[in-house]
């Protein structure tokens, strides 16, 4: 996988969630070791949170001026940033130490490549008959012996690298939730207009003031609570509660994945393990899709409550009641 083709994977989830995720390692390293690596380093928690302190900041700039047009949505940006802080905290808490990991995980990518690159060189020099029927092949017993060696070397290189790709990977998906919420939010609040003060009220009609008045009614409403119920603060919270656990359920699920690699438990047991690690799988899908709908409909209510409020605030002075 090329470099731009795992950078699209950022910003493209539903790409990334159709990925089998026990193939992390096959689909991912390739050739692209120190440039996968360096790029989960700028999207590491620090990074991220770095990120929400600058959207912060462009936040409070605006609160003064929007608030009062529109409270309910500068309230739940409030909560949801607040509650992504929280979850942002959590996912460094389930990544561990943060430069030991990605340390510890680039070592294991040059290890794995390294080892990958003995073994296909072993795989090229003895014959596969060699390897199934070394009694036939009494003159090659030492290739077949370093063959071997150098398999087992490659498999527990792989083992190692998988563990710390599936931890890396699952940490990243749930930075990538709010990094995407970070993208959007940020678009959308350099979009925003804060309310002209300028406005004078101004001689109309009684028709048009009538008009004027109705609509007022509309984007009042169309600012308010009633707008924004979908997105509650314990609907959030609930949510990304759900997506730590699935993220842990995730991890664990990898543990089993690798002791059903090492074992050989019954046709029984292997299938019982086997569906309730593809439910964990399909539910994990399921809650970051839901998590990037809640963010994405966050930042669309908001904006419109936002944009709203403000038209309702120009309207308002207009009909000398701002």
């Known amino acids: 996988m090329t470099p731009e083709e795992r950078a699209k994977l950022d910003y493209n989830p539903e790409l990334h969630y159709d990925l089998p995720y026990q193939d992390y390692a096959d689909e991912y390293v390739v050739d692209t070791t120190t440039t996968l690596v360096e790029q989960a380093r700028s999207f590491s928690p620090v ?101 071997w060696l150098v398999k087992n070397q490659f498999n527990q290189a792989e083992k190692e690298m998988r563990q710390l790709s599936r931890r890396v990977f699952v940490v990243l998906d749930g930075l990538n939730l709010v990094r995407s919420f970070y993208v959007a939010l940020q678009n959308s609040l350099s979009q925003m207009n804060p309310p002209e003060s300028s406005s004078s009220v101004i001689s109309l009609p009684a028709e048009a003031r009538q008009l004027l008045a109705a609509r007022l009614e509309e984007l009042q409403q169309a600012s308010s609570t009633s707008s924004l119920f979908l997105v509650a603060p314990e609907r959030q919270q609930a949510l990304l509660e759900q997506i730590i656990s699935i993220q842990e359920q995730q991890l664990t699920a990898g543990q089993v994945r690798d002791w059903l690699d090492e074992n050989n438990p019954g046709r029984a047991v292997r299938e019982a393990l086997e569906q309730a690690v593809n439910k964990i799988n399909e539910q994990y899908k399921q809650f970051f899709l839901d998590g990037h709908k809640m963010y994405s409909l966050i930042v669309n209510r908001c904006q419109e409550a936002i944009a709203a409020g403000v038209q309702a605030h120009q309207l308002a002075i207009i009909l000398g009641r701002g």
């Open 47 to 147: 990074q991220i949170t770095a990120l929400l302190d600058e959207l912060t900041q462009q936040y409070e700039d605006l609160k003064n001026q929007l608030g009062a047009v529109a409270p309910e949505a500068i309230s739940l940006l409030q909560t949801t940033l607040d509650l992504s802080r929280d979850f942002l905290a959590k996912q460094q808490a389930l990544l561990g130490d943060e430069a030991a990991i990605f340390d510890a995980w680039q070592r294991s990518l040059l290890n794995y490549n390294a080892r990958r690159a003995d073994f296909d060189r072993m795989r090229q020099a003895v014959p596969w008959d060699a390897v199934q029927y070394p009694e036939l092949y009494p003159d090659m017993s030492s290739q077949v012996e370093e063959f």
